[in-house]
């Protein structure tokens, strides 16, 4: 999105030993989001799925400033999982805002926060399994109820289908920069993007133990379009604006 040409902020999210190129995720969101959730007994990824979020005027008039510092900018947006927490209340202070969300799989997601030593040395595989439960749902339901403005992508089609989601990005958004495959190469690493071999076993043991997941993974598929590859296919959502908040692969 940034060699798009979408401004996403001015001061980002380092980089760390597990993802040594940024996360390009902009701080004054991802600390206002982090606060909110911590003033609320919450964390990132330990959010009770009955999870609401009702603003104070101080927290609202924060929100504002965010909005008011960035809206000189031709095309801005951020990323930030947080924000899957916070839907609504993003969607009511900017109308016009479109969203980009993209998805994997639970176990994908629960392995690649375990790699990150995101549980502090303590496993909780509940937890993460939880965190994603919450998260996409909370996604599945602004999809459903604002169509229009979300784009909804498996990272299969964006790491498989780079030209195709190039060109709906580019339509969609009107973008003046070019993208095409030879770009997404001098930024793709597919080595360190982890993949995990699905059998029909582990699925069938995850439906046992947690069938509401793959129920709302299934939900996010049929929210796609009908699929012209293996892979989940890129569902186009009709014209964005100048606005684009992007999920990371939560």
Known sequence: MQRAGIHIGEKLLGA?????????????????????????????????RTFTFGPTAVETEHARDLIAARVHRPIWGWKDPRTCLFLDFWSQLIPDARFLFVYRHPIEVLLSLLRRGEFDGHPSFMAGLNAWHTYNSNILKVCNRYPDRCLLVHIDAVTQQPGEFFRLIQDTLQLGSSLDSETFDEFYHATELHKTPFTSGLNATLARLFPELLDLYSQLNCMLSCATTRFAPIRQSHRISRRLHTSPKA
């Open 16 to 48: 760390s030993p597990s993802n040594p190129r940024g996360y390009f995720e902009d701080l004054d969101f991802y600390e206002f989001h982090d606060r909110l959730l911590h003033e609320r007994g919450q964390t990132y990824l330990h959010v009770d």
